[in-house]
């Protein structure tokens, strides 16, 4: 197992008081394989991403849990050697590759910098040689001068290739890409989700994708996990989880995809809105917005149902819903 979290709760401190933004988050990934996490703004899914990395600011605090990568936990290390993993055994790929890149370093310094950093013995020719070698992978037309260039002066899919280039170029056991073709045209989303399986694949690396997109989720993974207000509501093998919903929300979440809409009629919509972080929870989060919710649902505490071979849901009445 490559990744292993445990557990995990974080809180984030608003006007001197402490509110859960995760809560009890635990999953694995196997070396070498992709792991999707889906979920609408506020679920949850970014935090636990930059949880992994120690990206967290000052507001944030740590309240119990593990992350634990080839067994070693995240948590327990020093600043100065998680720093060192970052870029070079974990390395993420940002929402917004024009906010991501600065704007005042050519795109070679940036790479160049990535290198350096873990590795200082390499000479100006072997870095040139790797920064080249890197943006060739992610095909950038010229790298040769493309390298030299600022990141205003490209277009918003070649950016987000050179931000692949640039996680990928230490080659990270470890790679997170968090909603990367948000802000892409479709055609260009799937290039660049086309060449990230590839280079994935090439290099052995293990990858976790972040997105609100369920079909962006199946075409590049076979697990995912679907998150709601700062929880782990399902998980699965992704097909399972389309075919037989087993949650609420998913249901939910599913039914709102506008492949799955009816000619002539309106996309459905879940209805209300995800609680905000200051809002006391019922024990169910899903519990205000849930058409099935009973009760029973406020007092009873949650667990995992397992509703089918390596699928989980977090509800009473897990695969009890027939429509």
Known sequence: MLLDVKDLSVDIELSGKKYPVITDVSFSIEEGTVLGFVGESGSGKSITALTIMGLLNERFSIKKGEILINERDLLKLDSITRRKMLGCEIAMIFQNPLNALNPLLTIYE?????????????SKKEVEK?????LEEVQL???EKDMYKYPHEFSGGQRQRILIAMAIINHPKLLIADEATTALDVTVQYKIL?????????????LIVISHNLGLIKYMSREVIVMYSGRIVEDGLIDDIIESPSHPYTK?????LPENAIKGEEIHAIKGR????KEKKANCPFYPRCKYGKD????EPLKAVSVGENHW??????????E
């Open 110 to 122: 940036q790479m160049a910098e990535m290198l350096l950093i873990h590795n200082k013995k390499l």
């Open 313 to 322: 849901a977090y509800c009473l009445f897990a695969g009890e819903f027939n």
């Open 252 to 256: 939910e979440l599913l039914s709102s």
């Open 141 to 143: 037309p010229n790298p």
């Open 274 to 277: 995800v609680p905000s972080i």
């Open 296 to 299: 029973i649902c406020l007092k």
């Open 130 to 134: 790797r920064v080249i070698n890197s």
């Open 194 to 206: 086309r060449l990230l399986k590839s280079l994935c694949s090439k290099y052995g690396t293990t």
